[in-house]
Nanobody, 123 residues
Framework: QVQLVESGGGLVQAGGSLRLSCAAS????????MGWFRQAPGKEREFVAAIRWSSGNPYYADSVKGRFTISRDNAKNTAYLQMNSLKPEDTAVYYC????????????????WGQGTQVTVSS
């Protein structure tokens, strides 16, 4: 059983930084992709970034390109989302997700999910 546990959320001022972590367990993740999604109040869950576990190739939503960096540590089975130059519109619950095969931006295509961590950016 795959388990994903996020950590690192919190309250930060606009322009600040946070790093989210997603600890994965339950299997080996070669052939998997790890993703980050977010959901603001009253809005649909949206794709933020994803990474191929084996190759490390990253993919980003246009809204976060140049500000967010996704990475993974194979030895620790952990994925990270470094968020810089945060804006109030980045405020949301951030979810870690995992799936086998290709990366899709639709949340419906992802099989495993963490419980989420709140990120709040004040202006």
């Amino acid at each position: 059983q795959v388990q994903l546990v996020e950590s690192g959320g919190g309250l930060v001022q606009a322009g600040g930084s946070l790093r989210l972590s997603c600890a994965a367990s339950g299997r080996t993740f070669s052939g998997y992709a790890m993703g980050w999604f977010r959901q603001a109040p009253g809005k649909e869950r949206e794709f933020v970034a994803a990474i191929r576990w084996s190759s490390g190739n990253p993919y980003y939503a246009d809204s976060v390109k140049g500000r967010f960096t996704i990475s993974r540590d194979n030895a620790k089975n952990t994925a990270y989302l470094q968020m810089n130059s945060l804006k109030p519109e980045d405020t949301a619950v951030y979810y870690c997700a995992a799936k086998e095969g290709p990366i899709y931006t639709s949340p419906a295509m992802w099989r495993y999910w963490g419980q989420g961590t709140q990120v709040t950016v004040s202006s």
